[in-house]
């Protein structure tokens, strides 16, 4: 039997080798994917908005880690700030302290998010602030009920699948939390319907809503949705795990339409990427009915939550955020890049929105009028549909070394999250190749839609 390699020497194998043990161990019905879509690379190296893989072959990615890379992979100032902990024996998770690391960083939080809001509670992940966010809900308000809006995602646990709406992730796992409704997103008739019936702890939603294709509500939506939701004594959850630090062009989301929550879930691009770490920001006075007296000071809790690394990581994410003028960047790259993928989509019929806000883009496409091209697009819409956006994110692979992703389940839009701090280059380099794909996409038939078959012949539909 062959010994397994030490950590670098993995690297060092055949990608081959990589899948097969991966396949082996890990979760081999998503190793299949990966090589039917021929994403079977091994990456050896990462900077900003590049990757290398072992043959020093160069990619540019616009799937940021799912919205995690905002300032970049590997970004120098956050690396000296961990390597720094590291060299120094930086103690950690001492527990019964008063983290000097986390109160540095809840404060700064507090001064950055969005109206009053200025108490934290750090978490490890997406799902887990949810958790937190839902938990924290039901008890200030002791009330039972959580509205949550149709195609909405908030993570993949217990309380975060119950208010997500996606059947895939769904279906099996049943019965969900009580007390959990659906109602229509970007529908404020249907969230006072709810509200009326005074037992409701809290309307989550996510500002732009990510899985469900980069959907935008209309302007005024979320204001009327928090003053409806404190006429009515129930809490206003946002969820900006995917939408905050910086992805839409503004801080949050919220900033856009001056939108205050009562609790405001973060995560993802919170450390740059390097260490997983997520907060729920809520103010003093919901804080105070969920830890309401001594015996209750720790009453919800996790032991890695305000881990050294953690806290280093997400305190030098927003001194580079600020000094860098990363926020900014989203909003101008982010015009840019829409502008022009616009103006393609002008030419290429079978594009029908190019949608989203900063650095959170979804192009959809749609059924096409002429004869040909819809002949195609009935043929890979034969079943469940997410299977026409591989057809995109397949040669900008292949042929342009461009990571990108599906969004959600059974739709037809191809999403963009690149790192907060393109330039011109990553946004020739991606828009040339786009061209391209699109003009390849636009010959029917064609190896794309020859692609698009073999996909359907393996059951690809995502
Ligand atoms: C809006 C939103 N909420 C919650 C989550 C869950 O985060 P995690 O995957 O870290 O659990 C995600 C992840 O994509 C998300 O986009």
Request: glycine share 10%; hydrophobic share 40%.
């Amino acid at each position: 039997m062959v010994s397994a390699p030490a950590t670098h020497d993995v690297y060092k194998e055949m990608p081959k080798q990589v899948l097969d043990r991966y396949s082996r161990y890990v979760n081999h019905r998503f190793a299949r994917v990966i090589e039917l879509i021929g994403f079977d690379r091994v990456f050896t190296k990462a900077q900003g908005a590049w990757l290398w893989d072992r043959d020093g072959r160069r990619y540019l990615d616009f799937l940021g880690g799912y919205s995690v890379f905002n300032v970049g992979r590997n970004h120098p100032r956050v690396k000296r700030a961990l390597a720094d902990l590291l060299e120094r024996d930086g103690a950690s998770l001492v527990q019964m302290e008063c983290s000097p690391l986390a109160g540095l960083l809840a404060e700064k939080l507090a001064k950055l998010t969005p109206g009053d809001l200025d108490t934290v509670f750090f978490t490890n992940c997406g799902t887990e602030t949810t958790e937190v966010g839902l938990k924290m809900a039901r008890k200030a308000t002791r009330r039972p009920r959580i509205l949550y809006a149709e195609s909405g995602f908030h993570g993949l646990t217990y309380g975060a699948l119950s208010v997500s709406d996606d059947p895939m992730w769904r279906e099996g796992f049943g019965p969900f939390l009580p007390g959990c409704d659906k109602i229509p997103f970007d529908n404020l008739e249907a969230l006072k319907r709810e509200l009326a019936k005074r037992d409701v702890a809290a309307f989550i939603t996510e500002p732009i809503q990510g899985e469900a294709g980069v959907r935008l509500p209309s302007d005024h939506y979320l204001a009327e949705a928090a003053r409806l939701c404190r006429d009515h004594g129930s809490l206003l959850i946002v969820d900006e795990i995917q939408t905050g630090f910086g992805r839409t062009g503004r801080w949050f989301a919220c900033d856009h339409w001056g939108v205050e929550p009562d609790i405001l879930l973060l995560s993802k691009g919170m450390s740059g990427g390097y260490v997983p770490v997520g907060a729920v920001v809520t103010r003093r006075r919901v804080f105070d009915k969920v830890f309401e007296d001594l015996p209750h000071a720790v009453v919800h809790t996790t032991t890695f939550g305000m881990n050294a690394l953690a806290m280093t990581s997400a305190l030098a994410v927003i001194d580079v955020m600020k000094d860098e003028g990363v926020v900014e960047n989203a909003a101008t790259a982010g015009a840019e890049l829409m502008e022009r993928l616009k103006g393609l989509a002008q030419r290429f019929e079978l594009v029908k929105e190019v949608r989203g806000k900063g650095l959170m883009i979804g192009i959809e496409f749609g059924e096409p009028k002429s004869l040909k091209l819809k002949a195609g697009w009935k043929i890979v819409h034969a079943a469940p549909a997410g299977l026409f956006g591989q057809m995109l994110a397949i040669p900008l692979m292949r042929d342009h070394g461009i990571l990108t992703q599906v969004a959600g389940h059974n739709l037809d839009v191809h999403k963009l999250a690149p790192p907060l701090i393109i330039g011109k280059e990553e946004i020739d380099t991606f828009v040339t190749a786009y061209e391209k794909v699109l003009t390849d996409l636009h010959h029917f038939p064609g190896p794309l839609w020859d692609l698009g078959k073999t996909l359907l012949k393996n059951r690809m539909g995502w």
